[in-house]
């Protein structure tokens, strides 16, 4: 055999460059909105880029969800959100792709990034707003505050905190002086990786805003779940995502987890599923989601 | 026609024709992404910036072809060229050539320092002020942190096997790569434990990162690690020769008068140097290093003279025209570049291989 | 001038390989290097290309010790053809002996012309391009041999060593001979070559001195004909030997008759059922 002299692949190279360059340039720009021309018309009309779900809720709630003009991957609620231009997830979005959008404001939540991407943005003259961590009640209130503030809707931000506490000193109110059932959240992600919810979690905040008492509360953030861990929990509850329970093949396949039979909640089979971002995202529906997390916990009580 | 030497006109004719490669690649960087720019106004920004006297279409535009494009394509360029290289020079060095840069285990140490500083960061409690440092700085200086990570990652494991593999005054080559292998099991593992405690969020920085990607690049990156890439690869070309002889094996090789320990050191650290700042800077990009000097010896013999500059082109314009892709085809989202490298050379590769079996 | 040991001594781990050897080779002559296997040949031909650090005593070339020369330098005077040269990389013929060009590339030579040069001595000039895994093993030893003619084509004129490690073992009878009649136009040239070697008759043939090693020491060394006696093969190498005389020529070469060593000789492998009678040296007697 003679050695290969064959520059024939070089040129397949070549010419994949070649389609590339005139192909994508069409394919890229056919689809899209053309960016608006003029400073005044930008300026006239807000354009929001939403980046994170809980973010996205909040805006929608203080009326301004026309306005969003690409949002993220994990902005699936509402409806309309989802049929936004999707930006990806939004701890790597690509500035350019924003840039495209043409918006004028985009509000970041924490984690959104890569740092180069925002940055690059506010160098195009974007502003961008980027919002603390919400993990707790306190967090989610001032998240509604700032984008009220933000958004020049003042008033329905009030309301919308204002409904928020009315609804939940409801359910406080119906549960004062119930005992606390145990709740372990169990973060479920496939391929046989959980999680248990600590202390300084979401979960934590949610699970006792809905009259219940987080099980397995020794440590902080999540941690990988042991069957030991399980039991000594003692969880009268758990908790899971809607997508963690199907990742570990329904109630069955949570009963079938390390530990979890052995459990007062194993025994009387009370697994209890949430959307995932209903239950995570600490949005508008806050009140919403600790309500319906406290009549799964309380039935005889909430209504 | 014996008096011919058709290898090196074969050669020159690859570098000039992977030149063009480059060339056409850098244009796609430049022309194409998600905000549509004229081929004409690219032309404009770039002379504004580059020659005296031009004036830029508009702020917007100025800013996506001048702050994003340029710096991206740049470094997109530089990163493909050091890890192609490295990946040429390792092979080159084992005589084997499916060694690259993770054989030694430096990518992956360079992972397990990424994922330790991703969960690092994620436990550090800011309100604490830790070592003295006040929030502000942390905060400040946490974008730097995972590349820093993989850089220091990538040099530990790197002179970790080296000390393991260095005897009296010379370097086994063996003992490097079965120590590499060694350090690969433990970067695993290290990472693998990380990827368990991670939580969501986590992981998926790790995951990313592991995918590898050029949307962190900004001209202050550019700066920071274009310089390096340059001298690492400008000391290439003085390897070459030598890298030859090796083949040979390395008593031979000393009989020709290469002085073999030190070739293999230099080897060795401009290797590391290369893969160490561009994972620092793009990730960790799979296939590169083991795929593009296995093409180009395909295409032109395993010579070093042209193994390393070609090698070198192919991979700098690879992996910008990958990133034309990520960047393009999802738009205005973003594929992990990895996939795309994978997902191109892979099939390219097989084709080769298969060609070569038929003995085309 | 001469490539030179002094007092050589190696060892491996505990073992003695080699055991206070002196030899020298002078520019213009070829030595051979001859003795049963484990005997120190090889050892001997490392520690004279400066592979291996001897535990006591030392090498030198041209009266520089081998540690004190930059590695360039002397790889432009001396070049080595290991035993078994292994090379996976799909080099062509070509690219392999302009490997041997190495040393000679910044010096302005004509690299690719001394390349053409040394194949076409090999006859191997039309395969230039060939690529060199698919060779045979001994048009791979003639490219290999080929690359150290490269490395040894220079202009200089300064003496050249040249160092052989059992250079026939993969060449059929012709291809043996035609080397080591080209190792001789080497040194009619001036170069000085040290060749190990197996076969006591190409020995006997070609070499102007043949040093004998035994267990590691040096037993004799000196005139072809001086050491390689019937006694002496008999008493190393514990099989019979005959010294034919070549008519028409003076070369005196050894034949080996094979067969039982007298019983007085402590050699080893000695074999006792073989009959000498059997033998008819005279039959093959040219």
Redesign the interface.
Known sequence: ???????G??????S???A??FT??C???AG?E??AKSEQEREAKLRIVTLGGGATEVVYALGHGDTIV?TD?SSTYPEQAASR?????Y???????????APNLVIASD?S?????L??LG???IRVVELPEVENLAQAKARITILAELLREEERGRALIAGIDEQLVKVERALSGRPRPRVLFI?A?GGG?M?VAGQGTAAEALIGLAGGALAAPEHQ????LTAEAVIGARPDVILLTSGGLESMGGVEGVLGAPGVAATPAGAQRRIIAMDDLLLLSFGPRLAEAVTSLAKSLHPEVVS | MSSRRPRWGRGGLLLGALALFVGLSALAGLGLGAFEVGPGAVVEVLRAHLLPGGSTPSPIVDAVVWEIRVPRTILGLAVGAALATSGALFQGLFRNPLADPSLLGITLGAAAAVAIAVLGIGMLDVSHAPLGLTPEVLTATRPYMIPLAAFVGSLVTLLGVVALASGPGRLDVTTLLLAGIAVNAIAGAVTGFAIFLADDAQLRDLTFWTLGGLGGASWTVVIAVVPLLLAGLAFVPTLARRLDCLLLGETEAGHLGVRVEATKRSVVGVGALLVGVSVSAAGAIGFVGLVVPHLVRLLAGPGHRILLPASALLGAGGIVLADVLARTVVAPAELPIGVLTTLLGGPFFLWLLAGRRRGR | MSLRAVNISVKLGARAVLCGVSLEVSPGELVAVVGPNGAGKTTLLRALAGDLAPASGGASLDGRSLRSWASLDLARRRAVLPQKPSLGASFTIREVVELGRFPHEDRGDDDSKAAARALATVGLGERADDPYTQLSGGEQQRVMVARVLAQLDAEHDEPRYLLLDEPTTALDLAWQHRLLRLTRELTSAGVGVLAVLHDLTLAATYADRVALLVDGRLEVVGETSAVLTETVIERVYGVRATIVEIAGSDLRLPLVIGGAPPPSSPARGANHRHNVEQVQPLETRV
């Open positions: 055999m003679k050695k290969i002299h064959n520059l692949p070089i040129a397949v190279l070549i994949v460059a070649i590339v360059v994508a340039g394919s890229g720009s899209e053309r960016p690409a991957a231009a999707s930006l990806g997830y701890r790597r979005v690509q500035a350019e792709g924003i840039i495209a959008q984690g990034g890569p740092p180069a991407a940055a690059q160098e195009v003259g973060y992600r990786t999680l953030g999540f941690r990988p």
